[in-house]
């Protein structure tokens, strides 16, 4: 059996006033479909160091980690995806579009009016479950 390629990764939840922000990719195979922003832990870094670079590389935003929220293992057809999801705030920044095509701020109630990636909808189910968003 071939040893697919593992990626490991970490997603920012970054609620304010009971919405959930959410990004829509802007290039690749997946083009065009909705995720938590974050990406790719370096090698060395903790995952919370990893989101606050990864947030500010492409939102040019500062954030706070909080609560972990979910870890999805996912299978693409080119590889398989660990993805540390957690809680986050905004501490600085305007969440500047550098990356992404769009963005959105969905209520709990609005989550499923985006195409979501597959790993992603996992951790919708989970924040469904949650409800009590703070």
């Not at 959930?20 to 802007?26: D, H, K, S």
């Not at 997946?30 to 989101?51: C, R, V, Y």
């Not at 701020?105 to 409800?131: N, Q, R």
């Amino acid at each position: 059996m071939e040893r697919r390629k593992h990626i490991n990764v970490v997603a920012a939840i970054i609620i304010r006033d009971g919405k959930l922000f959410a990004t829509q990719r802007g290039y690749g195979e997946w083009k065009d479909w909705w995720e938590f922003p974050g990406g790719k832990i370096e090698s060395g870094e903790t995952h919370q160091n990893a989101l606050k670079r990864e947030i500010r590389e492409e939102l040019a935003t500062e954030i706070d980690v909080g609560n972990h929220l979910a870890t999805v293992e996912y299978d693409y057809p080119q590889f398989h995806l660990t993805m540390h999801c957690y809680f986050c705030t905004i501490i600085g920044g305007q969440l500047s579009l550098l990356e992404h095509e769009d963005a959105r701020w969905l209520g709990i109630d609005e989550l499923d009016s985006v195409k979501w990636l597959p790993a992603d909808i996992e951790v919708v189910d989970a924040l469904k479950k949650k409800v009590s968003m703070r």
